[in-house]
């Protein structure tokens, strides 16, 4: 038997869990022949692994000239914890490093709470990559901040983000940092800027759409410490006006400062789709 492993880090659940390839090596030994193994649309709604649960409540206030000087983050997530121990209510702090206790914003008040999930998690549901629904949910409040403002969404996260600096995290009692010493590995909001700067040049943010299409950009946009780097991605889709039929064309812009494994980024990055 020849096993092919493919890139597939960020595929959360699905790569750590094997019962389709138990599936077809039982029937390849029944039948005594090769085969390949199709599940239903149905079978997989069913019977698929699918990522957790996630609430995520932020709320934001606002002064008189519109900038934000309140975050409120609440969010609510079952535990990997609880894959092992049924008693395990409240997120690990690696788990709360990804997205929640590391926020990059520069506000005057900044609070931050995870609530507990009061039990495990649902049957066939893997709490794994915590960070990607806190990211978008972040992201959607910025681009609902930005409406609400009648401003840019560009342009009030770099407001959010503020002054080119090292966030201070000494008043967390365990930040994780992905198993990194933070003094070597801080989050630099200078990068995160550049970053977001870059990213945007890149996707042709704001850009002037041709008469007879139109382009929408990805509004819950991710920006996000990753695995100790600075990264962001932007998206695009490009088709006929509204209502007219024809093909769309969908676009996506990622960029991490650093590109120490350039074969697992491809992995990572071609598993998002």
């Known amino acids: 038997m020849t096993v092919n492993v493919t890139l597939l880090g960020g595929g959360f659940g699905r790569k750590s869990k094997c019962d389709y ?20 649309r ?9 990522h957790t ?8 206030g606002l002064d008189k000239s519109g900038k934000v000087i309140a975050w409120r983050h609440r969010s609510v997530a079952p535990t990997i914890a609880s894959t092992f121990e049924p008693n395990a209510v409240h997120e690990a702090p690696f788990e709360l490093g990804m997205g929640l ?20 998690y649902p ?7 915590v960070e990607h629904p806190r990211a978008f949910a972040v992201q959607s409040m910025v681009g609902e901040l930005a409406t609400a403002t009648n401003r ?3 342009e009030m ?8 600096r090292i966030v201070n995290l000494a008043s967390v009692k365990d930040p994780w940092n992905y198993g990194e ?41 991710q920006l996000r410490q990753l695995h100790r780097d600075h990264c962001r991605g932007v998206g695009r889709r490009e088709g006929q006006a509204h209502g007219a039929p024809g093909r769309h064309r969908d676009r996506l812009w990622n960029l991490c400062q650093s590109r120490a494994h350039p074969v697992a980024d491809r992995g990572r990055r071609d598993s998002w789709g």
């Open 42 to 50: 149905e079978d997989d709604v069913r019977h698929d692994f699918l």
């Open 101 to 120: 206790i590391d926020m990059p914003f520069e506000n005057r008040q900044h609070q931050l709470r995870e609530s507990g999930s009061g039990g495990a």
């Open 21 to 40: 390839v138990l599936e077809a090596a039982l029937l390849s030994k029944e039948l005594g022949a090769p085969v390949k193994v199709q599940w239903t």
């Open 152 to 154: 840019d969404q560009k």
């Open 157 to 164: 996260l770099l407001e959010l983000i503020g002054s080119p």
């Open 53 to 60: 649960v996630s609430v995520e409540r932020i709320e934001a």
């Open 181 to 221: 010493p933070y003094d070597s590995y801080p989050i630099d909001t200078g990068r995160l800027r550049r970053v977001v700067e870059l990213v945007a040049e890149k996707g042709g943010w704001g850009r002037t759409v041709p008469k007879g299409t139109r382009a929408r950009h990805c509004r819950a946009s």
């Open 123 to 129: 049957d066939r549901l893997v709490p794994l990559g």
